[in-house]
């Protein structure tokens, strides 16, 4: 089961009847209904004590009108995939059903297993090469994007998050990993590949969507090596879609950074001479935003305390979220990672605010 419109939908009205958040606190895309704040689950120590924090932090989450939770395989070595597995376990014995959450994880990177002590230098060794996943040369920057090495992955996150289907699959940081090692032609053919791998899983009815999560590549200038162009990925997908016989691609969702101290995918005509947030709301593509705390080192920006006034918000840290979170289409939530209790409360007090 996936995230769908009536589970979605049915978590939006839960929450505004139980006076829990903000009537514009939801937005609507490819007909799922999605909180305005999502959590993400990037950072943390490789212990027991922050499997705990994060397996609270997203049950808190759930229950307090986030329904966006993101991950990614390689964070914490595949541990907060777990956590978060064994969250959606509670939540579903507490009421909440699978379709009522959209789960995002990320693949490319070489995640190790922290709980086999494995890290990803022999995960290589025993695992991707092992396993003829891939051979060394598919390997860029700790990445890889062989059809295989994917395959072994998405179901090795299924088996993570104890799911049987997915919502969100992303390719990580593809273009930062590979774009500069190999020329153009190389580069769109194993990004081909890739799609053609998950519009087969979206054939297989294992994934609804699948996007990028990116980092430089779509707020760069043309000239630099790690430069994509949203609407040639697009066509990409398209390309892909069409060759395994589905109607129309799923590539549906691009993660960026976007915050006060990284404007970019606003402020810059690098899209066929449109910013990227305008190209990709040409091109029907939803936003979710990295880093918009900056790890926390958005918290001395000079605009913060003038905007904590501006937005009606008590925090520094929730002023910089309502920046973005303000922002509207394409863009859906900036994904927070958030676990300690107290930055979850201060966090969740948002989605009682207008965006």
């Known amino acids: 089961m996936c995230a769908n419109h009536k589970g979605t939908q049915k978590y939006k009205e839960k929450m505004r009847e139980g006076g829990i958040t903000h009537s514009n606190h939801f937005r609507v895309f490819e007909d799922l209904t999605l909180s305005s704040i999502g959590m993400g689950t990037y950072l943390g120590n ?39 597995g064994k969250s959606l376990k509670t939540l579903e014995d507490n009421g909440f059903n699978r379709n009522q959450i959209f789960i995002s994880t990320k693949a490319g990177y070489i995640p190790g297993d922290a709980d086999l002590g494995m890290d990803p230098q022999k995960f290589i060794s025993d695992i991707v090469l092992a396993k003829n996943l891939a051979s060394r040369v598919d390997i860029r920057g700790h990445n890889c994007m062989t059809p295989k090495y994917l395959g072994y992955m998405f179901e090795q996150s299924l088996a993570n998050l104890g799911l049987d289907h997915l919502d969100l699959l992303y390719l990580h940081n593809v273009a930062e990993s590979h ?20 519009e087969g899983k979206i054939r297989e009815n294992k994934l609804l969507f699948y996007g990028m999560a990116t980092w430089e590549c779509f707020r760069v200038d043309p000239v630099s090596s790690y430069y994509l162009n949203l609407k040639k990925v697009y066509d990409t997908a398209n390309k892909a879609a069409e060759k395994v016989g589905n109607k129309q691609s799923s590539f549906k969702f691009v993660m960026l950074p976007y915050n006060l101290a990284m404007p970019e995918a606003h402020n810059q005509k690098v899209q066929n001479g449109k910013s990227f947030l305008s190209k990709a709301q040409e091109l029907g593509i939803g936003i979710f935003t990295a880093v918009p705390l900056l790890q926390g080192k ?12 501006k937005f009606g918000v008590k925090t520094k840290a929730q002023a910089a979220l309502q920046f973005v979170r303000s922002y509207g289409e394409p863009i859906i939530a900036p994904l927070v990672g958030q676990k300690q209790p107290e930055h979850v409360k201060e966090n969740l007090e948002l989605v009682k605010i207008s965006t």
């Open 179 to 198: 774009k500069s090692k190999v020329d153009d032609k190389e580069f769109y053919e194993m990004l081909e590949n890739a799609f053609r791998f998950l």
């Open 298 to 309: 958005l918290l001395n920006h000079p605009q913060l305390r003038e905007m904590t006034k």
């Open 46 to 84: 490789l212990d027991s004590k922050t499997d705990y924090l994060i397996e609270n932090a997203v049950i808190s989450s759930v229950n307090n009108g986030i329904n966006v939770i993101d991950t990614s395989i390689n964070y914490r070595m595949q541990k907060s995939e777990r956590a978060i």
